[in-house]
């Protein structure tokens, strides 16, 4: 603890409560003191600063024991009061959701309109308006609660520490700075790149479906495709491919912060081979299976060498490249000398829920996915 004053060694305290608490669901005091390493006396201060605040809810009472006595208080991380909302941001509109702290949806829907065909300054006013509208949307649908933090997932590279867009192909957008402002005036959102909020739907479905103690139950390659589209018409622009290496239950990352995005192909007139397929003959086809299955076989030669580097235990790939069987089997064919390979067709929502859960993450933690210092909800409710 040295350097640290006693409000920071509370706030410390109550993070690490909270967190454990959400990976438990319910826990007494006692349990609770015992898991993160508190004394008796701290701990019934620090739970009765989470009741006040109403970060933490009494739920019921734990059986009596065999001597009986009074049964002990469980607690829970509270569900009605706080909201966290992620927004996937798309060619096509955006997606958001609304989830309680726990990582339950509990409001979601898209806002458009789709990316106009235009310079890059009507692109980058679109991209403004879709987040204006996202909040609108969710501050509406959800008016009982207080929106606590922010994920929103983007196609392409961005600079985290400038906050920059990098380089977007699906938005046809270059060296554009992102909002710091939303929802709130003192709400910043986490941004990260499409395939990374992916991963960490995964991951926390994962925890929730088996074990939350569990860190490993989601490690693996995390692959998400995307075919970039011309507006709402199907013929695609191009495609994009991110890949996350999730290792002990947290995403690998760079030294920047960087993860997620793979490599992104762009349709060109007059170029006809960019991903190893004919890039105009996926764009004419409206997504002509024989196509897609190429590019399915593309990405499972790209993603052997990858995988023959990192030897992951499984290969995660999902994205709407898999709508249907043939590209799948096709993927799955190519990676046979890998033993555990999923493969899903595009759900609506993952992406945006990741999201979420990116920002619920750094909420409990206080640091960023990136690992830099970041405001937990402990600050952020006083």
């Given amino acids: 603890m040295t ?52 970060l933490v809810e009494s739920v019921t009472r734990s059986p009596s024991g065999s001597r009986g006595g009074r049964r002990a208080e469980l607690l829970s991380v509270d569900r009605s009061t706080y909201a966290v909302a992620g927004c996937d941001i798309t060619s096509t509109g955006a997606r958001w959701v609304v989830t309680d702290l726990h990582g339950v949806t509990i409001a979601q829907g898209s806002v458009g309109p789709s990316l106009p065909a235009a310079h890059d300054t009507v692109r980058v006013h679109w991209f ?39 380089e977007s192909f699906e938005l046809g957008l270059r060296d554009v700075e992102l909002p710091a402002i939303w929802l709130a005036p003192d709400l910043r959102p986490d941004y990260a790149n ?66 997620g995005e793979l490599r992104g192909y762009r349709w060109r007139p007059g170029s006809a081979d960019q991903i190893g397929v004919d890039m105009e003959r996926l764009r004419e086809s409206d997504g002509e299976e024989s196509a897609l299955v190429a590019a399915a076989e593309e990405l499972g030669r790209n993603l052997s060498v990858i995988a023959s580097a990192l030897d992951p235990g499984r290969i995660v790939v999902a994205g709407d490249l898999f709508d249907t069987d043939a590209p799948a089997a096709a993927l799955v064919r190519t990676l046979r000398s890998i033993e555990r390979v999923q493969v899903a067709p595009a759900d609506a929502t993952a992406v945006a829920a990741g999201a979420a859960e990116m920002a619920i993450d750094r909420l409990l933690t206080g640091r960023d996915w990136a690992g830099q210092t970041a405001s937990s909800i402990v600050s952020m409710v006083g």
Avoid at 134 to 154: F, H, K, N, Q, Y
Wanted: overall charge positive.
């Fill in 194 to 259: 499409d395939a990374t909020c992916y991963a960490w739907h995964a991951i926390a479905t994962g925890r929730r479906s088996i074990d939350m103690e569990d860190r490993d139950i989601a490690d693996g390659l995390y692959v998400f495709t995307k075919l970039h589209r011309d507006g709402d018409r199907f013929r695609p622009t191009g495609m994009g491919v991110g890949l996350v290496c999730v290792v002990g239950g947290s995403i690998v990352r760079g030294a920047n912060g960087g993860a």
């Fill in 128 to 166: 403004g308006s879709l987040l204006d509208d996202c909040a609108l949307a969710i501050t509406t649908e959800t008016p009982d609660r207080r929106i606590v933090g922010a994920g929103i997932a983007l196609p392409g590279l961005f600079d985290r520490a400038r906050r920059r867009i990098v």
């Fill in 3 to 54: 350097g640290l004053n006693g409000t920071a060694v509370r706030e410390r305290n109550m993070i690490a409560v909270l967190a454990r608490l959400r990976s438990m669901g319910t826990a007494s005091r006692a349990d609770l003191a015992g898991a993160v390493g508190l004394d008796r006396s701290t701990m019934t201060h620090i739970a009765s600063s989470l009741l006040e605040s109403s």
